[in-house]
């Protein structure tokens, strides 16, 4: 009997599959339905959520100056001087941090530190780490207060 996926392994193949999206729009610039019908035809989607993936590659796309300009604040260089595969991964952190408060915010920041040992540079989920902590603490500083008793 195969062993059962956890819950949120859906996701973090769609995460994955956004990385590399995300690379691609970077580099041609193509619309998100361009890209979105190039991977739904092209990538294996089995045990991946398509529907986060169009969502969340529409939402990075469609918002990017307001993600970009909100990245900007916690970077230590231009945009435009981050590894192409990091600002991907940055990207998709900001807008699910940003954009859907109902995702933990510690999902979030391991995903994007996970996905950054996987496709950044050696030292790019320490980078990753140190761009998207204080992002969240401003973005998210409600869930960083302690609970009232």
């Known amino acids: 009997m195969p062993a059962k996926s956890h819950p949120f392994e ?27 019908e190039q991977f739904l035809e092209e990538q294996d989607w089995a045990g991946a959520d398509q529907d986060y993936f169009s969502l969340l590659l529409s939402e990075v796309i469609d ?7 909100s990245l900007q604040t916690f970077l230590d260089r231009p945009l435009q001087q981050v590894d192409l595969t990091e600002l ?24 994007a530190v996970e996905l950054a040992k996987r496709f950044g540079a050696e030292q790019g989920h320490g980078f990753v780490n140190g761009v998207l902590d204080p992002a969240t603490r401003e973005w998210r500083a409600a869930e960083f207060e302690p609970a009232a008793d």
Not at 11 to 36: D, E, M, N, S
Not at 90 to 97: C, G, I, K, N, Y
Request: no cysteine.
């Open 10 to 36: 859906s996701r973090r193949r769609a995460r994955r599959r956004l990385v590399q999206a995300l690379y691609q729009w970077q580099i041609t610039g193509y619309p998100a339905a361009t890209i979105i």
């Open 63 to 69: 918002n990017s100056r307001h993600i970009d300009s």
């Open 88 to 111: 991907a991964i940055l990207r998709l952190a900001a807008t699910e941090l940003i954009m859907h408060p109902e995702i933990p915010y510690r999902v979030v920041l391991d995903e």
